[in-house]
């Protein structure tokens, strides 16, 4: 089965400090993962993607994603967070036998970033 | 260049009835996608369609359809409400819909079943 799990359901983090949010997926196929960011009323936004190539992938915001497929992980990082970072992170993956997934994405549950003044 | 734009925003409605969903894709878009996002279930896929064609499915009732006009324009419907169906349904757009096209999403359309 594809699955995508966001190990963290929950992540608080001070202003100025690091954060991790972390997503594993399980997928025996071609994969390509999305972060997507949501705030309070409104739709998903693009964060980054990893397609192929590197696997250090940069995205809006300050943001980063490793891609490491022997511990099929993507992990979502940024060095230092603001308080305009709060928001619920979804990590995404589109896979399926065919190598395209029409529109379709497995979603994490979600994980709530809160920054603390 | 305009995002994608879900009307209308706010929906609140009673058991038994329907309800139509609208979704104007970014310019240039021709595949559209729907999800359903609940505090309990998440983000689940409800269907896409490419060029006024349904080319993928999630596992939904047959309550739930939709359909695409020839300007990628996208409607969904839902019959028969039920009180389960109170959701934020978002609309994404992309060039062709596969996993190398990036989803962009509305800003959602918010149901209430009562």
């Known amino acids: 089965a594809q699955s995508v799990t966001q190990l963290d359901s929950q992540v608080p983090v001070f202003e100025e400090a690091p954060v991790e949010l972390r997503c594993n997926y399980s997928?025996?196929?071609?994969?390509?993962l999305f972060w997507y960011v949501q705030y309070p009323n409104q739709g998903l936004q693009l964060l980054l993607k990893?397609?192929?190539?590197?696997?250090l992938v940069k995205g809006i915001n300050g943001f980063e994603a490793e891609f490491n497929k022997s511990q099929t992980s993507f992990h979502l990082r940024k060095p230092s967070v603001h308080i305009s970072d709060t928001a619920e992170y979804f990590c995404?993956?589109?896979?399926?036998?065919?190598?395209?997934?029409?529109?379709?994405?497995?979603f994490g549950q979600g994980t709530i970033l809160t920054v603390h003044p | 260049k305009a995002g994608v734009t879900q009307t209308p925003r706010y929906l609140i409605k009673t058991r038994g009835q329907q309800v139509t969903l609208s979704c104007s894709p970014i310019?240039?878009?021709?595949?559209v996608s729907w999800y359903q996002q609940t505090p309990g279930q998440g983000l689940q896929f409800l269907f896409e369609?490419?060029?006024?064609?349904?080319?993928n499915k999630g596992n939904f009732p047959g309550r739930f359809s939709g359909r695409q006009f020839s300007n990628s324009r996208s409607e969904m419907n839902v019959s028969t409400l039920e009180l389960g169906d109170s959701a934020l349904y978002l609309c994404?757009?992309?060039?062709?819909?596969?996993?190398?096209?990036?989803?962009?999403f509305g800003n959602g359309t918010r149901l209430t079943v009562t």
């Open positions: 994404a757009s992309s060039l062709a819909g596969g996993g190398l096209s990036p989803l962009h």
């Open positions: 990893y397609l192929s190539g590197s696997t």
């Open positions: 995404a993956g589109a896979m399926d036998s065919r190598g395209t997934s029409y529109g379709k994405l497995t």
């Open positions: 369609y490419f060029s006024e064609t349904q080319r």
């Open positions: 310019s240039g878009h021709r595949s």
């Open positions: 997928s025996s196929v071609s994969v390509y």
